[in-house]
């Protein structure tokens, strides 16, 4: 059975860091590329930062411009383990944070995804 389990989730003052996790269970991490979306109520999920399986730097990352240049998203496949390091954190921030893992298809589109974790509450205070 394939599981993602995020943690790392918390409150947090604007201007503050938080590093998210993701374990995956049941699936070989290497063969997907791993994906960090979020929702807040009333919303459809939004991409936030994806990092590709494989080594070429051309199509390593990406990321939503409302967080280029304050997240970072990481992966180590020998723990079968993604990361999304959260830096500066601002008030619209504050979201449920979703790992996902795609063999294939748009990476900035939700239902694309194969596999999706429970989510981790994000809440940053002004």
């Known amino acids: 059975q394939v599981q993602l389990v995020e943690s790392g989730g918390g409150l947090v003052q604007a201007g503050g860091s938080l590093r998210l996790s993701c374990t995956a269970f049941?699936?070989?991490?290497?063969?997907?590329?791993m994906a960090w979306f979020r929702q807040t109520p009333g919303k459809e999920r939004e991409f936030v930062a994806i990092r590709w399986n494989g080594d070429s730097p051309s199509f390593s990352t990406a990321y939503a411009d409302s967080v280029k240049g304050r997240f970072t998203v990481s992966r180590d496949d020998a723990k079968n383990m993604a990361f999304l390091q959260m830096s500066r954190l601002k008030p619209e921030d504050t979201a449920v944070y979703y790992c996902?893992?795609?063999?294939?298809?748009?990476?900035?589109?939700?239902?694309?995804?194969?596999?999706w974790g429970q989510g981790t509450q994000v809440t940053v205070s002004s």
């Open positions: 049941g699936l070989t991490l290497n063969n997907y590329a």
């Open positions: 996902a893992a795609q063999s294939a298809g748009s990476p900035w589109t939700a239902s694309e995804y194969q596999y």
